[in-house]
């Protein structure tokens, strides 16, 4: 990596509160901290984000890579997160020509806290060819065994998201943050900070929704299969079939259901059915 200047402005992930129970009784209780961060590039304000503070400085720089902000990972030159004054300075040599116009096209998302999607990028039809990856059942079954293992915020205080770069079953990278958004544009600015564009990682998983902004994101990265234990929306399978990537969505247990997964997904390890699965499918 060339020389970026990258301040290492981590704060934790929870805090403790008093809180009263059920039975009247005082205890303490963590939860999980959401600050304010205002992303500043070449001192053009951009967004505010809400975030726990884990690895600011990737999640910004993975935002605006996500974005199209960033271009060229030389052309970077600094970020410097300050939390007495809640804000990102990103330095740049260039910027996108197209920059007002990017930023005067927005797209309000169903990303935790109304995402913000600039310019045209759901409407991308010329990203890099993905990977067809296949995944067996079995290889399924055992990363979601893993990932138990990585919650670790939301097992002590809930009310976060976590996302995963992940090579089979095995976890390369997991994050979480307070939006899934957030969780997976930090990944995407670790991997590019490392200069790590053709990532080991084969598979992405969120604990969020198979939205339109998720699916776009992780094609972004050159992924091209995402797991998820919650569902999918309609703009999420559209563009999943656009760029070719794999989705599967629902992924609890031994349960999951894959959309796009001809040829790609072997049913190895098929459970057995039991009375009223079908019913509760």
Same mark, same amino acid.
């Given at each position: 990596?060339?020389?970026?200047?990258?301040?290492?402005?981590?704060?934790?992930?929870?805090?403790?509160?008093?809180?009263?129970?059920?039975?009247?009784?005082?205890?303490?209780? *963590?939860?999980?901290?959401? $600050?304010? #961060?205002?992303?500043? %590039?070449?001192? +053009?304000?951009?967004?505010?984000?809400? /975030?726990? @503070?884990?690895?600011?400085?990737?999640?910004?720089?993975?935002?605006?890579?996500?974005?199209?902000?960033?271009?060229?990972?030389?052309?970077?030159?600094?970020?410097?997160?300050?939390?007495?004054?809640?804000? *990102?300075?990103?330095?740049? $040599?260039? #910027?996108?020509?197209? %920059?007002?116009? +990017?930023?005067?096209?927005?797209?309000? /998302?169903? @990303?935790?806290?109304?995402?913000?999607?600039?310019?045209?990028?759901?409407?991308?039809?010329?990203?890099?060819?993905?990977?067809?990856?296949?995944?067996?059942?079995?290889?399924?079954?055992?990363?979601?065994?893993?990932?138990?293992?990585?919650?670790?915020?939301?097992?002590?205080?809930?009310?976060?998201?976590?996302?995963?770069?992940?090579?089979?079953?095995?976890?390369?990278?997991?994050?979480?943050?307070?939006?899934?958004?957030?969780?997976?544009?930090?990944?995407?600015?670790?991997?590019?900070?490392?200069?790590?564009?053709?990532?080991?990682?084969?598979?992405?998983?969120?604990?969020?929704?198979?939205?339109?902004?998720?699916?776009?994101?992780?094609?972004?990265?050159?992924?091209?299969?995402?797991?998820?234990?919650?569902?999918?929306?309609?703009?999420?399978?559209?563009?999943?079939?656009?760029?070719?990537?794999?989705?599967?969505?629902?992924?609890?247990?031994?349960?999951?259901?894959?959309?796009?997964?001809?040829?790609?997904?072997?049913?190895?390890?098929?459970?057995?059915?039991?009375?009223?699965?079908?019913?509760?499918?």
């Amino acid at each position: 990596m060339h020389d970026i200047s990258l301040s290492r402005a981590r704060l934790p992930a929870t805090l403790e509160i008093e809180v009263l129970d059920e039975f009247g009784e005082a205890k303490r209780q *963590a939860i999980a901290a959401e $600050r304010a #961060l205002t992303v500043y %590039l070449n001192r +053009r304000e951009i967004v505010t984000l809400m /975030t726990l @503070g884990a690895d600011p400085e990737a999640l910004v720089v993975g935002y605006l890579r996500n974005q199209g902000l960033l271009i060229e990972q030389a052309d970077l030159q600094a970020v410097h997160v300050d939390w007495e004054v809640e804000a *990102a300075a990103v330095v740049t $040599r260039h #910027l996108p020509e197209d %920059l007002e116009e +990017r930023l005067g096209q927005r797209t309000v /998302t169903t @990303g935790c806290g109304q995402g913000t999607v600039f310019g045209r990028l759901l409407e991308a039809t010329s990203l890099r060819p993905l990977p067809t990856t296949a995944i067996r059942q079995s290889v399924l079954y055992r990363l979601l065994d893993n990932l138990g293992a990585y919650n670790e915020t939301y097992r002590s205080a809930g009310a976060v998201h976590g996302c995963a770069l992940c090579r089979q079953e095995g976890v390369l990278d997991f994050i979480e943050d307070v939006g899934r958004h957030n969780a997976v544009d930090t990944l995407a600015g670790r991997q590019w900070l490392a200069e790590a564009e053709s990532t080991d990682a084969d598979i992405f998983y969120t604990t969020g929704r198979l939205t339109s902004e998720m699916v776009l994101k992780v094609a972004q990265m050159g992924i091209g299969v995402l797991v998820s234990r919650s569902g999918v929306t309609q703009k999420g399978v559209e563009l999943a079939e656009r760029f070719g990537v794999l989705l599967i969505a629902r992924a609890k247990g031994r349960r999951f259901q894959a959309i796009h997964g001809a040829g790609r997904l072997e049913l190895d390890a098929v459970p057995q059915r039991r009375p009223g699965d079908r019913a509760r499918a």
